[in-house]
């Protein structure tokens, strides 16, 4: 059984967790909408070297095949 000490501090390390983890979420989201608009001619993919979008490209591509891949281990 678990003391109220060891809870509360169960309790503070998830907490802790669980909020680094969204901030993780959120920066991942906004990595990839900049990525996204490096790809798109009508955003800033006019600005970028065809090299950029290039690299832009491999890193969507790898995160869309690793979260399919996690999917498919479910």
Not at 53 to 67: C, I, K, P, S, T
């Amino acid at each position: 059984m678990m003391r109220d000490d060891e809870r509360a501090t169960m309790r503070e390390h998830i907490l802790f967790l669980g909020t680094a983890l969204e901030n993780e979420r959120a920066n991942s989201k906004m990595k990839t909408r900049l990525l996204q608009r490096m790809l798109d001619p009508e955003d800033l993919g006019h600005a970028v070297t065809h090299e950029v979008r290039r690299l832009a490209y491999a890193v969507l591509n790898n995160e869309f095949n690793d979260q399919r891949d996690m999917e498919n281990k479910k």
